[in-house]
């Protein structure tokens, strides 16, 4: 058995237009360090910022779950800009091109439906539609249905924990440089040692 995980921040785009975030990148490495810390043995990747890029981030998925044995336990986390039409936005996404340079939550639930892995951790801190203030690409197209491909990925030995639902956005604590679920996971850790 191999346990594999493939942790993804992005904080900084390289289309200007795309607002900043302050915690992404931090929460993506706040939870691989948890990962690590707690599981010696996991093969841990971290990608953030300009290494996120859709190529990069599409390869590694691909590889991950696609490799992935039958006794393997694969974790997944992503901390970013979602859009409206449940896309994650990476590192070289570009508002004239959304569908072209972000990746679909289809892709990801395709991958997932077919893993060959034992179990699939999942844990995505993105907006799927929301306000100003939250991790969500402003000028996406917003879907007529507000259905979401994560139905698609249940299954056993499939869990996935979402900062907000389908038509929710994900917000960043102002002044402590994570998101709200990171946040959140890192002290109930903290609480489960002592």
């Not at 996120?52 to 694969?74: C, F, H, I, K, M």
């Not at 590192?91 to 699939?120: C, H, Q, V, W």
């Not at 499939?158 to 639902?165: M, Q």
């Amino acid at each position: 058995m191999a346990i594999k995980g493939i942790f993804i921040g992005i904080d900084k785009y390289a289309d200007s237009r795309i607002r900043e975030l302050t915690g992404a990148r931090r929460d993506a490495l706040a939870l691989w360090s948890l990962f690590k810390d707690s599981i010696p043995q996991i093969d841990a990747t971290l990608i953030d910022d300009n290494i996120a890029t859709l190529a990069n981030v599409r390869r590694t998925l691909e590889s991950l779950l696609g490799q992935a044995a039958d006794d393997d336990v694969v974790v997944i986390t992503f901390s970013g800009h979602g859009s409206h039409n449940h896309r994650f936005a990476v590192y070289d996404s570009n508002l004239d091109d959304l569908d072209g340079t972000t990746m679909p939550m289809e892709t990801l639930a395709n991958l997932f439906r077919n893993s060959r892995a034992k179990a699939i951790l999942c844990i995505l801190d993105c907006c799927f539609s929301g306000g100003a203030p939250a991790r969500v690409l402003e000028n996406s197209p917003i879907p007529r249905d507000i259905n979401s491909d994560l139905n698609s990925i249940a299954g056993q030995g499939r869990v996935l924990i979402a900062a907000s639902n389908v038509n929710e956005p994900s917000y960043e604590l102002p002044g402590h440089g994570h998101g709200i679920l990171p946040k959140l996971s890192l002290m109930c850790s903290k609480l489960a040692t002592v």
